[in-house]
């Protein structure tokens, strides 16, 4: 039963895209297609990134443990981010390196959006259960935790790609932020009862 509903995971995840796609061949994009296209896949990656870091806390505070689903969530989450990259290096940049080069020095949004791609890179090639094998489980989920970099550093891409600070990137960078110090404090509490233990 988790192998399909995995794989609807994925089908129901790719369909923001193909509906996205879809309104790009029939012109229904806007006065500007490419930035409304590059915006969508960035902001479904981001909100893949957001769901696959609610797993942990949902399981904690209800019980209800999806983390059987989280790799699916994760590697759309990806997927959305390369496309989101793909159209700003073919459609925004037309593969003009010194121009993308130019970008990523001067323009701090392109700088942060970079970082959080490249961070999402390792983690979409290990997750796989070869790779959790070949890296040992402790390697592998210290390696998976960069997840949490990866989201911080794509909620300030957006914030900062959005010239007048709108309620909606603002709202997603909180989410974020609430993310994080969750986890923060859920890895101290393990501290703390690891030192009571023992002493």
Do not use: C
């Not at 990259?85 to 701090?108: C, E, F, H, N």
């Amino acid at each position: 039963m988790p192998r399909y509903i995995n794989r609807a995971i994925y089908l129901v995840g790719m369909m923001p895209a193909t509906w996205t796609f879809y309104l790009g061949v029939i012109d229904q994009l806007g006065a500007d297609p490419m930035k409304t296209l590059e915006r969508s896949l960035g902001l479904w990656a981001l909100r893949f990134l957001i769901i696959t870091l609610t797993i942990t806390p949902l399981r904690d505070l209800s019980g209800v443990n999806l983390l059987r689903y989280r790799r699916a969530l994760g590697l759309l989450a990806f997927f959305y981010a390369l496309m989101h990259l793909s159209t700003y290096l073919v459609l925004d940049q037309g593969l003009d390196l010194d121009a993308i080069w130019a970008d990523i020095l001067k323009r701090p949004y392109i700088t942060i959006g970079m970082l959080s791609f490249a961070t999402l890179v390792p983690l979409a090639i290990t997750s796989n259960n070869a790779m959790i094998r070949r890296l040992g489980g402790a390697a592998w989920a210290r390696l998976h935790r960069w997840v949490y970099l990866a989201a911080g550093a794509a909620a300030v891409h957006y914030l900062l790609v959005v010239k007048s600070w709108t309620m909606e990137p603002v709202i997603y960078t909180m989410i974020v932020a609430v993310l994080l110090a969750y986890r923060v404090a859920r890895r101290l509490r393990g501290r703390r009862r690891v030192t009571l233990a023992s002493a």
